[in-house]
């Protein structure tokens, strides 16, 4: 059973880089695509991006300029980075694994974290 | 961008059906996916590929995917299933999501 935990600070300063970790027990990110989705409270889910396996990566229009998705250094885990924040990036952030390859559309988010809530205030 | 339209909101009394929509440009010609959320929970995927169910999610969840409108049905609605429901797509491999629609259980 593939578990997925997000990690991090819970408080990021206005104008710094949020970064979270998305650490994958009971598989490995080899033949999947992993994502990043978060939810400002009361609000609906937003796609942040994604990357595959082997490092390819696509990131929503809206956040491209300040989103960079990598692979870790191990097998195991992959990160987020969204600098500049501001009070409007305050969401609870999820990472998920991603079926297939989203180029063909064919790609689920089967696997989701359990969540973490990160608050911009200064 | 593409954009993906949800009622906000759809009631149901129990044992009856719920129909929620999701509409988009062609959106017949794309996947879509359905997710459940309860509340403080991560969602749940409920359907993929249209009309597809995981492992585990009952059969009283099905969906389809048509023209411009995806709809995802849950016969004989039980109150366990009141939570939000978002549908997915990809377009030009940016996931899109709609804003949720709110499913309440009479």
């Known amino acids: 059973q593939v578990q997925l935990q997000e990690s991090g600070p819970g408080l990021v300063k206005p104008s710094e880089t949020l970064s979270l970790t998305c650490s994958i027990s009971g598989g490995f990110i080899s033949d999947y695509y992993w994502t990043w989705v978060r939810q400002p409270p009361g609000k609906g889910l937003e796609w942040i991006g994604y990357i595959s396996y082997n490092g390819d990566t696509n990131y929503n229009p809206s956040l491209k300029s300040r989103v960079t998705i990598s692979l870790g250094t191990s097998k195991n885990h992959f990160s987020l980075k969204l600098n500049s924040v501001t009070a409007a990036d305050t969401a609870v952030y999820y990472c998920?694994?991603?079926?297939?390859?989203?180029?063909?559309?064919?790609?689920?988010?089967?696997?989701w974290g359990q969540g973490i809530l990160i608050t911009v205030s200064s | 961008s593409y954009e993906l339209t949800q009622p906000p909101s759809v009631s149901v009394y129990p044992g009856q059906t719920a129909n929620i929509t999701c509409s988009g440009d062609k959106l017949g010609h794309k996947y879509a996916y359905w997710y459940q959320q309860n509340p403080g929970q991560s969602p749940v995927l409920v359907i993929y590929?249209?009309?597809k169910r995981p492992s585990g999610i009952p059969e009283r969840f099905s969906g389809s995917n048509s023209g411009n409108t995806a709809t995802l049905t849950i016969s004989g609605t039980q109150a366990i299933d009141e939570a939000d429901y978002y549908c997915?797509?990809?377009?030009?491999?940016?996931?899109?999501f709609g804003a949720g629609t709110k499913l309440t259980v009479l």
């Open positions: 590929q249209d009309r």
């Open positions: 998920a694994r991603v079926t297939g390859p989203p180029v063909l559309g064919s790609g689920a988010l089967d696997y």
């Open positions: 997915q797509t990809w377009d030009s491999s940016t996931g899109v």
